[in-house]
């Protein structure tokens, strides 16, 4: 089933796979991590992810970077355009 198409549970679900398997290692790789604060579907169809750094990095300046990076991610392994992230 297509990602876009799936309920929030099982957005949910998959959306936790990519991140543990995915941007986890890729964070830690630099010591650092994140852990998600919300998630939100939005009145377009958006799904939100409200994520903070932990770690390494909450304090590195390269966060703008990652946050798109983790954004790309999400959307290819997930295949969909509908997927935004925040920091908080």
């Given amino acids: 089933m297509k990602f876009d198409d799936m309920?929030?549970?099982?957005?949910l679900e998959r959306l936790q796979k990519v991140l543990a398997e995915?941007?986890?290692?890729?964070?830690a790789m630099d010591g650092?991590?994140?852990e998600v604060i919300?998630?939100?579907e939005a009145?377009?169809?958006d799904l939100q992810l409200f994520i903070r750094y932990v770690?390494?990095?909450a304090s590195c300046s390269s966060g703008g970077a990652t946050l798109f990076a983790i954004?790309?991610?999400l959307r290819k392994?997930?295949?969909s355009d509908m997927i935004r992230v925040f920091n908080v």
């Fill in 7 to 11: 309920d929030l549970t099982e957005k």
């Fill in 22 to 27: 995915k941007i986890a290692p890729m964070l």
């Fill in 32 to 34: 650092g991590g994140m």
């Fill in 38 to 40: 919300d998630v939100k």
């Fill in 43 to 45: 009145p377009n169809g």
């Fill in 55 to 57: 770690g390494a990095c």
């Fill in 71 to 73: 954004e790309e991610t």
């Fill in 77 to 79: 392994e997930l295949d």
